[in-house]
């Protein structure tokens, strides 16, 4: 009895702790946006290194939250792997989306990174003033989306994006857009996988954020090798093919890496860049 009353108020604990975490990122965004962001405009004149200057802020504050929530006890997390990230050059992090706060872990991981956001995300009332000063990528047009992120990358930025576009839906395939292909292609740059993992699943998609799993979540995030991809020259169409493959080579990484038990044989990629 003592042992079923102790797990269920460590839950309740839990629930009230991802609650008070989700509260104090949206105040904590708020007050980013009106108040920091504010002072910041006032001392930097220069649009590009304020809107760097921004990303730098957005990465601190990310991984402030992260280890926030670590410490009320609603998650723990690890990084393997981070020194594969080419700094010194235009590099596209691509990683699957199981949970709601993946992109607060991406972020913060590579400090000052770009992203592609939601449209919605830029009028958000808690975070869109910051995600605006930021100058992250909006995929409210897909044409804009591609040429945004390809100047950035082969102006030697790094730019986050989900292939999935929005998070996995559980027990089903990854299945990956062409945008994050098509961006590869056409900016001829790294690409840097990296898997992320939670145990047990919370924050999924449909899933309530008051729905906390029986134990602690635990997060890894598995920065894999990069490797270079090149530019495709030729036709639209000659791009649209390459970067199909590409797309098809990206689903076939993560089914690998998500479900190791998988032959070989079972993927349709060419894993010899490993």
Known sequence: MWQNLGRGLNRAWRVFGTGLSFAVFGIGGLFLGAVVCMVMRVIIHDPEAYSQATRRLV????????????????????????????????????????????????????????CVVKAGVLRNPFWGILVRAADYVSNENPAELLDAAVRRLQAGRTVVIFPE????????????????????????????????????????????????????????????????????????????????ALTIEFEGLYARELDPSLPPAALPYNAAWR
């Open 59 to 114: 990465s601190r504050a990310f991984r402030l939250f992260a280890a926030f929530m670590a410490a009320v006890g609603v998650l723990r997390w690890r990084v393997d792997g981070i020194a594969h990230w080419p700094r010194d050059r235009g590099c596209l992090v691509i990683a699957n989306h199981p949970t709601l706060i993946d992109i607060v872990f991406l972020i913060g991981l590579f400090d000052g990174a770009d």
């Open 165 to 244: 576009g929005t998070r996995t839906t559980p027990g089903q395939a990854l299945a990956f857009s062409s945008a994050a292909s098509a961006i590869a292609v056409r900016a001829g740059c790294w690409c840097l996988p990296v898997v992320i993992t939670c145990t047990p699943p919370t924050l999924y998609k449909h899933l309530a954020w008051y729905r906390a799993p029986a134990v602690r979540a635990d997060f890894r995030l598995r920065v894999c090798p990069p490797w270079p991809v090149a530019m495709a020259a030729g036709t639209i169409a000659a791009q649209r093919r390459a970067a199909h």
